[in-house]
């Protein structure tokens, strides 16, 4: 994932990112954690952020080829108690890292939205 590009394009989500991560990501084992600008984090915890945000992540194998499987994702986005919207990937990815990075941006995009409106 490029967080540069996230900043940029999606900086209220990200600044809601930074301050999710001040309160929640501070105490992961520091050794095993991606660092980006000042907060150390694992990738798996924006799961739980998003989750925070009643946006829903979910990539699973979407079948495969004998032994070769391709990941896909889907998002469901609860927007208030009466609408809620779906999302999901438009191709499939090699792998569940693959498919989560897309699905990640995909919800920093979604985030923005909720939090710009």
């Given amino acids: 994932m490029n967080w540069k590009e996230i900043k940029e394009k999606y900086p209220k989500a990200y600044q809601e990112w930074e301050l999710w991560g001040d309160q929640h990501c501070i105490k992961d084992i520091p050794d095993i954690n991606y660092r980006w600008p000042e907060i150390p984090c694992t990738l798996r915890r924006l799961y739980d952020?998003?989750?925070?945000?009643?946006?829903?992540?979910?990539t699973?194998?979407?079948?495969?080829?004998?032994?070769?499987?391709?990941?896909?994702?889907?998002?469901?986005?609860?927007?208030?108690?009466?609408?809620d919207e779906d999302f999901e990937s438009t191709e499939s990815y090699k792998s569940r890292a693959e498919s989560e990075s897309e699905s990640f941006i995909q919800a920093f995009e979604i985030l923005e939205k909720k939090l710009t409106n």
């Fill in 49 to 58: 952020f998003f989750d925070d945000h009643l946006i829903f992540i979910h």
């Fill in 60 to 83: 699973c194998t979407g079948g495969g080829f004998g032994i070769v499987y391709i990941w896909d994702w889907y998002i469901h986005n609860c927007i208030n108690k009466a609408e």
